[in-house]
């Protein structure tokens, strides 16, 4: 695999950069696939795309702009620029096709003695009390201090 940063690897524009950092998007995973919702949209439903995943790069995107122009769309480029998503689609990717995933996540695992002082204690960079109750910011999710509440 190349070792350049995948957004190395995807020809681009300013425009598709800018709206990539900028816009609001919402991401989840589906058969090692990223699904993008742009939120930015009053019907975000609507702007819903699949970006195809391959060896970390996002490749294909099934929206119109990926169609109809050459640079990689800023859905694309949104995914490329999210380290821990497009990570987390090739994670993905390789349990699937029946490989072991080394060193899941802590959101992943149970937590061990070792880590229950970590999981008792916010991050820095926590920002749980600024989402409505019961989500948790992404860097309390990601070391495992708290869950989605279902």
């Excluded at 190395?8 to 589906?30: I, M, V, Y």
């Excluded at 497009?86 to 096709?97: F, G, K």
């Excluded at 880590?115 to 999710?141: H, K, R």
Aim: aromatic letters at 6%; hydrophobic letters at 35%.
């Amino acid at each position: 695999m190349n070792s350049a940063h995948p957004l190395d690897r995807l020809e681009t524009t300013d425009r598709s950069l800018h709206r990539a950092q900028t816009e609001q998007f919402a991401f989840r995973l589906e058969a090692g696939d990223v699904i993008v919702r742009n939120l930015t949209y009053k019907e975000p439903s609507e702007h819903e795309y699949r970006i195809t995943i391959e060896e970390g790069v996002p490749v294909d995107c099934t929206c119109p702009a990926e169609e109809h122009y050459a640079p990689a769309c800023k859905h694309r480029v949104a995914v490329a620029i999210r380290d821990a998503v497009r990570e987390a689609a090739v994670r993905m990717q390789v349990a699937a096709d029946g490989g072991e995933v080394a060193d899941p996540p802590a959101a992943e695992r149970e937590p061990d003695d070792e880590d229950v002082a970590s999981v008792t204690e916010p991050s820095e960079d926590c920002d749980c009390t600024n989402l409505p109750e019961g989500v948790p910011c992404w860097p309390c999710f990601r070391d495992g201090r708290a869950t989605f509440d279902e």
